[in-house]
């Protein structure tokens, strides 16, 4: 028997005939569970103006407090999962992702799972599973802080003009570490290790390594390769005052700030990791395979079962 009042947010947008048709379902699930959907103000704005029936649900911040909400059940792809974590971001609620784009690496599920899916978030049959996210800091030439914020794939310090370079100096823990002209810089979590950092040629981080990855964009330098360094360290990207123009920081390609000359942008662990909820205790190596339809064929593997691993006798003399 379910709880009465357990409050679920669902995230999705209007764009979409089949996410409008997929949140409908999810809504009509949870209320026929017992449940209380939950839109983001934005979200019952734009649902309910082209599918009347999803008007009058309680909203986000309005009628239900975020600390309030159980989960997070998200209908989109990783840009979707990104914007829910954003809401999310002040309570406790593990983020569900069920894709209904392209990759949607962040995602669990694909639609055709999505019944099973909110079955088991009404009998709270799912783990929780951390991630490492960062806290942004930008200061003034004063060390005033002018701008703060958080991500959970990266944040970049761009050029904000295409024909101008970005001239900054990179420092680990207060002492820098090499100076040059460049397009910008990717400081990732092993989230976002297979977004923007592997796009731009950094590694693929598995998500139990805590790490950070820092990645020179285009950069004009003889080091300047990407770098992983702990997650103790600190990570700053100072824009030197012989920059023509100005620099932009974005982060989770959500939240942007202008970087004048003399600007430091400060990057380190946050203390509030992400939460997504998982169904599948699926392997690492099986989502890059399946998410970027990685070659495997003539594969032999381990003598034992498929998915067993290996034991210490795989490595005896």
Same mark, same amino acid.
């Given at each position: 028997?379910? $709880?009465?009042?357990?409050?679920?947010?669902?995230?999705?947008?209007?764009? &979409?005939?089949?996410?409008?048709?997929?949140?409908?379902?999810?809504?009509?699930?949870?209320?026929?569970?017992?449940? $209380?959907?939950?839109?983001?103000?934005?979200?019952?704005?734009?649902?309910?103006?082209?599918?009347?029936?999803?008007?009058?649900?309680?909203?986000?911040?309005?009628?239900?407090?975020?600390?309030? +909400?159980?989960?997070?059940?998200?209908?989109?792809?990783?840009?979707?999962?990104? &914007?829910?974590? #954003?809401?999310?971001?002040?309570?406790?609620?593990?983020?569900?992702?069920? /894709?209904?784009?392209? +990759?949607?690496?962040?995602?669990?599920?694909?639609?055709?799972?999505?019944?099973?899916?909110?079955?088991?978030?009404?009998?709270?049959?799912? &783990?929780?599973?951390?991630?490492?996210?960062?806290?942004?800091?930008?200061?003034?030439?004063?060390?005033? +802080?002018?701008?703060?914020?958080?991500?959970? /794939?990266?944040?970049?310090?761009?050029?904000?003009?295409?024909?101008?370079?970005?001239?900054?100096?990179? #420092?680990?823990?207060? &002492?820098?570490?090499?100076?040059?002209?460049?397009?910008?810089?990717?400081?990732?979590?092993?989230?976002?290790?297979?977004?923007? /950092?592997?796009?731009?040629?950094?590694?693929?981080?598995?998500?139990?390594?805590?790490?950070?990855?820092?990645?020179?964009?285009?950069?004009?330098?003889?080091?300047?390769?990407?770098?992983?360094?702990?997650?103790?360290?600190?990570?700053?990207?100072?824009?030197?005052?012989?920059?023509?123009?100005?620099?932009?920081?974005?982060?989770?390609?959500?939240?942007?700030?202008?970087?004048?000359?003399?600007?430091?942008?400060?990057?380190?662990?946050?203390?509030?990791?992400?939460?997504?909820?998982?169904?599948?205790?699926?392997?690492?190596?099986?989502?890059?395979?399946?998410?970027? $339809?990685?070659?495997?064929?003539?594969?032999?593997?381990?003598?034992?079962?498929?998915?067993?691993?290996?034991?210490?006798?795989?490595?005896?003399?």
């Amino acid at each position: 028997m379910t $709880q009465p009042h357990r409050s679920i947010l669902v995230v999705a947008h209007a764009r &979409r005939d089949d996410t409008v048709d997929a949140a409908e379902h999810v809504i009509e699930e949870l209320r026929a569970a017992g449940a $209380q959907p939950v839109l983001s103000p934005d979200d019952a704005v734009e649902l309910s103006a082209v599918r009347p029936s999803l008007a009058g649900i309680a909203r986000l911040g309005i009628d239900v407090d975020v600390a309030d +909400v159980e989960l997070a059940i998200v209908l989109g792809g990783d840009g979707t999962i990104l &914007r829910a974590a #954003e809401l999310v971001r002040d309570g406790t609620a593990p983020v569900l992702g069920i /894709n209904m784009g392209h +990759v949607g690496f962040l995602a669990e599920i694909e639609r055709d799972d999505m019944d099973d899916a909110v079955r088991r978030v009404i009998a709270r049959d799912y &783990r929780v599973e951390e991630r490492l996210a960062l806290d942004v800091r930008v200061k003034d030439s004063a060390d005033a +802080v002018m701008y703060e914020t958080w991500a959970l /794939n990266e944040a970049t310090v761009e050029k904000a003009s295409r024909e101008r370079m970005l001239e900054v100096v990179i #420092e680990i823990d207060g &002492r820098p570490l090499s100076s040059f002209g460049c397009d910008g810089v990717v400081v990732s979590t092993p989230t976002g290790s297979t977004a923007y /950092n592997f796009s731009a040629g950094g590694p693929v981080i598995w998500p139990t390594v805590e790490a950070i990855s820092v990645v020179p964009l285009s950069a004009h330098a003889l080091f300047a390769k990407p770098l992983v360094v702990g997650p103790e360290h600190a990570v700053a990207i100072e824009v030197l005052e012989r920059t023509n123009g100005v620099g932009i920081l974005w982060c989770d390609g959500r939240r942007s700030h202008e970087l004048p000359p003399g600007a430091r942008v400060v990057v380190r662990r946050s203390e509030r990791p992400v939460r997504l909820a998982r169904l599948h205790p699926a392997a690492f190596t099986d989502r890059l395979v399946r998410k970027f $339809q990685l070659p495997v064929i003539g594969w032999r593997g381990p003598t034992a079962a498929i998915g067993a691993g290996y034991t210490d006798a795989d490595f005896a003399p």
